[in-house]
């Protein structure tokens, strides 16, 4: 019978950076809200020139920052930057990181962005990934 195991690491697991929709710190919030919108996905990953994690953009964001008292400020889209709205704080992990360790992250976040030790971007992992790993191994191991 196949065997599934939990004990692997999760680089195999990882959707590489090449295929993550991302926006730079210094992009406008316009062309956030752009990337964002064509690629459909509700928080996508920030980062800088160097290709380094700085944090995370999303449509709630965006549209916070844009809220005036009365009405939506639709100049600031392009007046403001990225890096002023982001969230800094980032669920990460190293590409040697147990699945543990992203089966318990993944409880609060929607995905983990994966790090080298220099902080470069290397891809993502999903909460869809990790449950389809945890699906498979109660599948053909219980
Ligand atoms: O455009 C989409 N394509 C596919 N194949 N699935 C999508 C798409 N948009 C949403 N989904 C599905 C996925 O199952 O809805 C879930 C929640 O999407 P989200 O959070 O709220 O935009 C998706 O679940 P998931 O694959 O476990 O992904 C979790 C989160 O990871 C997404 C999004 O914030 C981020 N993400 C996933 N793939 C990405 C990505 N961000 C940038 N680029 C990618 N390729």
């Given at each position: 019978?196949?065997?599934?195991?939990?004990?692997?690491?999760?680089?195999?697991?990882?959707?590489?950076?090449?295929?993550?929709?991302?926006v730079?710190?210094?992009?406008?919030?316009?062309?956030?809200?752009?990337?964002?919108?064509?690629?459909?996905?509700?928080?996508?990953?920030?980062?800088?020139?160097?290709?380094?994690?700085?944090?995370?953009?999303s449509?709630?964001?965006?549209?916070?920052?844009?809220?005036?008292?009365?009405?939506?400020?639709?100049?600031?889209?392009?007046?403001?930057k990225?890096?002023?709205?982001?969230?800094?704080?980032?669920?990460?992990?190293?590409?040697?990181?147990?699945?543990?360790?992203?089966?318990?992250?993944s409880?609060?976040?929607?995905?983990?962005?994966?790090v080298?030790?220099?902080?470069?971007?290397?891809?993502?992992?999903?909460?869809?990934?990790?449950?389809?790993?945890?699906?498979?191994?109660?599948?053909?191991?219980?």
């Open positions: 019978m196949k065997q599934v195991s939990l004990d692997n690491g999760i680089e195999k697991l990882m959707i590489p950076g090449s295929k993550v929709a991302i730079q710190e210094g992009n406008s919030l316009e062309h956030a809200l752009l990337v964002l919108t064509k690629s459909g996905y509700s928080a996508i990953p920030v980062l800088d020139r160097e290709y380094k994690l700085k944090g995370l953009i449509m709630s964001l965006i549209l916070d920052a844009i809220l005036g008292i009365e009405k939506i400020e639709y100049e600031k889209l392009s007046e403001m990225v890096e002023e709205v982001m969230n800094r704080k980032v669920a990460w992990m190293r590409e040697n990181g147990s699945f543990f360790r992203g089966l318990e992250l409880i609060n976040h929607p995905f983990l962005c994966i080298d030790e220099n902080n470069t971007f290397i891809g993502i992992l999903t909460r869809k990934s990790i449950l389809a790993q945890v699906h498979n191994y109660l599948k053909f191991n219980t």
